[in-house]
């Protein structure tokens, strides 16, 4: 009974993420991972990253005696949560740490797609804006937010297998 019970709130959990994904099927959020850059952009970048900040901080972004990474989890825990916005305005405003504020914001929003790049963030078809209060609105994230979509695809998947062939489904296999 108590499994029933258990596989019966599983069901309805299940719903109710088939109910919100049914009602927002177009994800206005926006973040790091939406193609926020181009494959151009990162390249152009890359040589600046070399020139201006690959003495500190590593020719791979590993950081270095006195500078953190740019890249990895530490890095990437520091930054999520927060938004591109709060990230370029770090960089233009404090790097390079030996001469701030020296670097176009074309410079450092092309540094900042290589450094996003190198993060594996995906590229897209647009490149990265140059206005901090724009890139305010791309939220960094560390993780995937369409790995939770995907998950919740799964179960509306799952479900529709349960109503075709009842008792056989992996759901159901999975928790007997
Ligand atoms: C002279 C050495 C030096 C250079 C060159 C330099 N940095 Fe830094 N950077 C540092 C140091 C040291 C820190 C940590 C201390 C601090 O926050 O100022 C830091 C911190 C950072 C941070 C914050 C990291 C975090 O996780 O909070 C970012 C982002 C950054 N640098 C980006 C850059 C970029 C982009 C460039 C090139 C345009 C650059 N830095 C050039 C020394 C440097």
Not at 136 to 154: G, S
Request: glycine residues 8%; positive net charge.
């Amino acid at each position: 009974m108590k499994k029933l019970l258990f596989l019966s709130g599983l069901a309805v959990l299940a719903s109710s993420l088939c109910i919100s994904r049914a009602q927002a099927p177009t994800e206005s959020s926006h973040s790091v991972w939406d193609g926020v850059y181009t494959e151009e952009q990162a390249k152009r970048g890359e040589p600046i990253y070399q020139k201006e900040c690959a003495s500190c901080h590593g020719a791979l972004l590993t950081g270095g005696e006195s500078a953190p990474a740019l890249t990895g989890g530490s890095f990437q825990a520091n930054w999520n949560g927060l938004t591109l916005g709060d990230l370029f305005d770090r960089i233009r405003k404090t790097m390079p740490q030996s001469k701030p504020g020296s670097l176009t914001r074309q410079q450092d929003a092309d540094v900042l797609a290589f450094m996003l790049s190198i993060n594996k963030f995906p590229a897209g078809k647009t490149e990265l804006y140059r206005q901090s209060e724009m890139l305010k609105e791309i939220r960094f994230e560390t993780k995937k937010p369409a790995e939770k979509n995907q998950l919740a695809f799964d179960s509306c998947l799952s479900r529709r297998d349960q109503r075709s062939s009842p008792g056989s489904t992996p759901f159901f296999r999975a928790s007997s």
